[in-house]
């Protein structure tokens, strides 16, 4: 079973950029996709991007797209998450996610086969 450790959240200005890095403790299989999901407080965890692991396709809700990117080095078993112009907002816990199968804006909490334990992003103003 994949196991998933986040880092890079943190405290940025509004405006700002910030760099989420997952990264995995073993191979991930073809088969895979990976993916970010967010949670703000008293909210239900949503969709935010996902990625094949064979040939890099990817899905954004449309509330990030244009302003995040998804990539992923499969060498390092670790994706990415390039967040810019970050608006002023709520705090939030962004989750790194693995499944074997397709991750998109329709994936359901009990779909996911692997969760990381989530890194908390703080925009400022």
């Known amino acids: 079973q994949v196991q998933l450790v986040e880092s890079g959240g943190g405290l940025v200005r509004a405006g700002g950029s910030l760099n989420l890095s997952c990264a995995a403790s073993g191979r991930i299989s073809s088969s895979y996709f990976m993916g970010w999901f967010r949670q703000a407080p008293g909210k239900e965890r949503e969709f935010v991007t996902s990625?094949?692991?064979?040939?890099?396709?990817?899905s954004y809700a449309d509330s990030v797209k244009g302003r995040f990117t998804i990539s992923r080095d499969n060498a390092k078993n670790t994706v990415y998450l390039q967040m810019n112009n970050l608006p002023p907002e709520d705090p939030a816990v962004y989750y790194c996610a693995a499944r074997l199968g397709i991750v998109s804006m329709k994936t359901k909490d009990y779909d996911i086969d692997c969760w990381g334990k989530g890194t908390r992003v703080t925009v400022s103003s």
């Open positions: 990625i094949s692991w064979n040939i890099g396709v990817t």
